[in-house]
């Protein structure tokens, strides 16, 4: 089963993720931000292969690895030291908090730099940046690639080192005072 990732039920995040800062430029397409950048997520969980249940996971680094290898290892209760499947799960799959599921095998992001993903205000989706490790933040597939031609030092890091595959946010865990928007519905046509 695919794991999930958790995101706070009362998330101010911005619909585009913190404003850009005025740095020092260079010559990357990739923005500068202010401050550390925040991810919305604040629990990561992996679900086990055999009995279900949920299980958190301490660190962001250690569920990358989880998700990066589920279709070759499938996670399971006892990779955790002392969990079995007998024991009670963590967390439980509910309403209480806004959940997001992560696609499988998304690569580990590479050192030095941090995959932040930021919902936005109306729950619709999840936006995925990549910090560099000179704190530009790229927001697509082809910042990352002028991000390493540029910059030689990371020759050992590929382009597909990299994904922006947003995490579904799941519907059924929206709190309710929150529009949700319906699947077909497009935004009107301008007229002149």
């Known amino acids: 089963m695919m794991e999930k990732e958790i995101e706070k039920e009362n998330n101010e995040a911005s619909e585009n993720g913190s404003p850009a800062a005025n740095k020092t430029p260079t010559k990357s397409s990739a923005k ?8 919305s997520v604040d629990t990561f969980a992996v679900q086990c292969n055999e009995c279900f249940k949920w299980r ?3 660190t962001e680094e250690l569920f990358e690895e989880y998700r990066s290898k589920q279709s070759e290892d499938p996670f399971v209760c006892n990779k955790l ?3 079995v499947c007998d024991t009670p799960a963590d967390i439980e799959y509910d309403s209480s908090r806004t959940w997001v599921m992560d696609k ?10 941090q995959r932040i993903i930021v919902l936005r ?3 619709s989706k999840m936006d995925v940046q990549y910090v560099t490790p000179d704190g530009a933040r790229v927001r697509a597939a082809p910042g990352i690639i002028t991000y390493l ?25 929206i709190p309710d005072h929150i529009e949700k928007k319906s ?5 009107p046509k301008k007229t002149a």
């Not at 499988?104 to 730099?113: A, E, Q, R, V």
């Not at 540029?150 to 865990?173: G, I, L, Q, W």
């Open 121 to 123: 205000r109306d729950y």
């Open 56 to 58: 958190t996971i301490a």
């Open 149 to 173: 031609k540029e910059h030689p030092e990371y020759s050992d890091v590929s382009p597909s080192d990299f994904c922006f595959t947003s995490p579904k946010v799941m519907a059924d865990t």
């Open 183 to 187: 699947p077909s519905a497009k935004k």
């Open 32 to 39: 500068k931000t202010r401050g550390p950048p925040q991810s």
């Open 104 to 113: 499988p095998n998304i690569p580990k992001t590479p050192k030095g730099f």
């Open 81 to 83: 030291e002392g969990i």
